[in-house]
């Protein structure tokens, strides 16, 4: 079955630095990749998707890549600043399943 | 545009005990989904609707039933409720099914509790 992968619990920064958070999957080739941002309280929101046809996308101070030979999408947030603190999850196609498959996200803390 | 509202937001059950988690969506959306959350474990999908009069188990359906009561609407019900089913339970929608690239939008989500 997939297995999707978030290699840190949580990672702290300084404000300013660029965070870097890691989505790793397996048995599986999706056919595009989802991040979401969860904040303490309250249901996940979608930040970004990327097909499998796309090395990167941007949006603002967010980039995410895709490597389908890695197996392994990485989420950058530039400039970080402390509202950018939350819990950040990656989610890939489930497949003929018509769902999603959400790692177990990663929390990121930038502190000032 | 309230997008997807759940009620209610707090509940607590004793063990054996019966309840039916609401979610509405007003965003004209096809498919909904029940998840839910546990400290360690991520979301994991309970049931999920791809169309009006269709539902389709996930990957924790045990213990759950469902309703999708119109397009607006899909219902999560316990009907005897086990101490191991406290957690956060999200509802989610989505203009078509997730597997073809459309993004979910998720309610505020019901905390329950089992004692």
């Known amino acids: 079955s997939q297995k999707i992968e978030q290699n840190s619990e949580a990672l702290n920064i300084q404000e300013g630095k660029t965070a870097t958070l890691t989505c790793n999957y397996t048995?599986?080739?999706?056919?595009?990749l989802q991040w979401y941002r969860q904040d303490p309280g309250r249901g996940p929101v979608f930040l970004l998707l990327i097909r499998e046809n796309e090395k990167e996308k941007r949006k603002e101070r967010l980039k995410v890549t895709f490597d389908t030979t890695l197996k392994q999408s990485l989420f950058h947030i530039t400039a970080s600043q402390p509202a950018d603190s939350a819990t950040y999850l990656c989610a890939l196609d489930g497949g003929s399943q018509g769902n999603l498959i959400f790692g177990k996200g990663t929390k990121l803390s930038v502190k000032p | 545009n309230a997008g997807v509202t759940q009620t209610p937001k707090f509940q607590v059950l004793k063990t054996g005990q019966s309840m039916t988690l609401q979610c509405a969506q007003d965003m004209n959306h096809n498919s909904m989904y029940w998840y839910r959350q546990d400290p360690g474990m991520g979301l994991r999908l309970i049931y999920y609707s791809a169309s009006e009069g269709t539902t389709d188990k996930g990957e924790v359906p045990n213990g759950y039933n469902v309703s999708r009561l119109n397009k607006r609407e899909f219902s999560l019900r316990l009907e005897s409720a086990a101490p191991s089913q406290t957690s956060v339970y999200f509802c989610a929608s989505s203009p078509r099914l997730a597997a073809i690239g459309d993004t979910q939008y998720f309610g505020p989500g019901t905390r329950l509790t089992v004692l």
């Open positions: 048995n599986y080739s999706p056919a595009y």
